[in-house]
């Protein structure tokens, strides 16, 4: 009964890995083709609210400078110049992908040579939301 059950868990294992996909190279230059955002204050920390669906509404520009398999690692530019580093990780499917910066969390996909890069201040001092739609420039 106990080998039984060993098989099947191996062959479960094994027909995981082989539908996994390989995560795309996303090396390079990234810009901004539309955003829409959403940003305010905290309970703590009133601001006003800001809406927008502007194309500099969040990031500009992400560049990748490392990437092995489906991990990578990078960086964000604002409208203001303010710079922000990123890790992520594809998921299994190698289109979308999970990551951190220093001020956010998110999601997103690559398709060929479009990104959309969706993230979430996790700051005590503002609210933030946005996704981006980029295009790979070089």
């Not at 996303?26 to 955003?35: K, Q, R």
């Not at 006003?48 to 960086?75: C, H, P, W, Y």
């Not at 959309?116 to 996790?122: T, Y």
Request: proline content about 1%.
């Amino acid at each position: 009964m106990i080998s039984k059950k060993f098989l099947l868990i191996l062959v479960m294992m094994f027909t995981s890995l082989a539908n996994a996909q390989t995560a795309p190279n996303i090396l390079g230059t990234w810009e901004v083709v539309s955003a829409v955002s959403s940003a305010g204050g905290t309970e703590d920390k009133q601001s006003r609210l800001v809406l927008s669906n502007k194309k500099d509404a969040a990031i500009l520009k992400f560049t990748i400078s490392q990437q092995d398999g489906a991990a990578f690692q990078g960086e964000t530019i604002w409208r203001d110049g303010l710079k922000n580093l990123v890790s992520g990780v594809f998921h299994r499917d190698g289109k979308s992908l999970t990551f951190s910066s220093d001020v956010g969390v998110g999601t997103g996909y690559v398709v060929n040579d479009e990104m959309e890069f969706c993230s979430a201040s996790v700051l005590t001092t503002k609210n933030r939301a946005s996704c981006t739609q980029l295009k790979k420039v070089k």
